[in-house]
């Protein structure tokens, strides 16, 4: 199926969950200080591992940084 991920298509598996997406396409970046949001709503961390993804889902996957 195919997913936009911060404006960009993507072809992932179904049942792909926003965990497997940010592990995928940011592996770098799992940790803290990282927010997902699926079609314009926010999705708890807590709640990654069970979001399963929609053909033609719209993901933003953000990082916060710092710097001076």
């Known amino acids: 199926m195919i997913v ?3 404006g960009e298509r993507r072809d ?3 049942g ?3 965990a497997a997406l940010v592990a995928s396409a940011r592996p770098e ?3 803290r200080g ?7 709503e926010v999705v ?3 709640r990654w591992e069970k979001h399963e993804l929609h ?3 719209r993901v933003e996957i953000l990082t916060a940084v710092q710097g001076g």
């Not at 990282?34 to 314009?40: G, L």
């Open 16 to 18: 792909t969950t926003v």
């Open 4 to 6: 936009h991920v911060n």
């Open 34 to 40: 990282v927010a997902v949001a699926v079609d314009a």
């Open 12 to 14: 992932v598996g179904d």
């Open 29 to 31: 970046r799992t940790g």
């Open 55 to 57: 053909d033609g889902a």
């Open 44 to 46: 708890p961390r807590g």
